[in-house]
């Protein structure tokens, strides 16, 4: 519990009043709905511009599209081979007999290319991990975040930042007679 107050203060400090209190109802209308859904939304925030935007998980994809080219099936089966015990030189000939050399070569140049372009961190296996935990804290009891990918500055080296936003702590009523 702790670590979610650290996180709750994390990303109210880069915020303005006004983003917080978007953010808050936000929050208060996630608590009111069950279970996962491809309309739950995702935030992205400009921190250089203090722009926020909601997006539905559904469009994370389109709106911030991952890197996948390490996923390419050419380098899959190329570390696959790698990890069977293949010599580097034995694994690539491997590749190029089942997908061809050219296949093969454009792979590799658009992996490099994504590598040299630089996407902030935003891999596939990020999107994919980004959307499991989202569904876990859905699915779980107990109050629901929002997460919230604060974007790196255009031309950095920087990794895009996730938060969870989560509601605030409910204070406890006292009555005193």
């Known amino acids: 519990m702790a670590d ?3 996180t709750a203060s ?5 915020l303005t009043p006004a983003l917080r209190q978007r953010i808050e109802q936000l929050l ?3 608590q009111s709905q069950r279970g996962w859904g491809a309309e739950r939304p995702v935030l992205l925030l400009e921190r ?12 994370l994809a389109v709106a911030l599209p ?3 080219s390490a996923e390419a ?16 030189l034995a694994a690539q000939e491997q590749c190029w007999r089942e997908f061809g050399r050219e296949a093969c070569s454009e792979a590799l140049r658009r992996f490099w290319r994504a590598q040299e372009q630089g996407n902030h961190g935003w891999t596939f296996e990020r999107y994919l991990e980004l959307l499991e935990h989202y569904r876990r804290h859905l699915e ?3 109050p629901r975040p929002v997460p919230l990918l604060v974007l790196a500055r255009q031309g950095s080296g920087a990794p895009h930042d996730l938060h969870w936003c989560w509601p605030a702590p409910q204070s406890i009523g006292h009555t005193f007679s």
Do not use: H
């Open 66 to 68: 991952p890197d996948s």
């Open 10 to 14: 994390a990303w109210r400090q880069l």
């Open 73 to 88: 099936p050419e380098l899959s089966r190329f570390r696959q081979l790698r990890a069977e015990g293949f010599e580097g």
């Open 28 to 30: 208060e209308a996630q």
């Open 4 to 6: 979610r107050a650290a």
């Open 140 to 142: 779980a009891e107990g």
């Open 48 to 59: 250089c511009w203090l722009r926020l935007k909601t997006v539905p998980v559904a469009q």
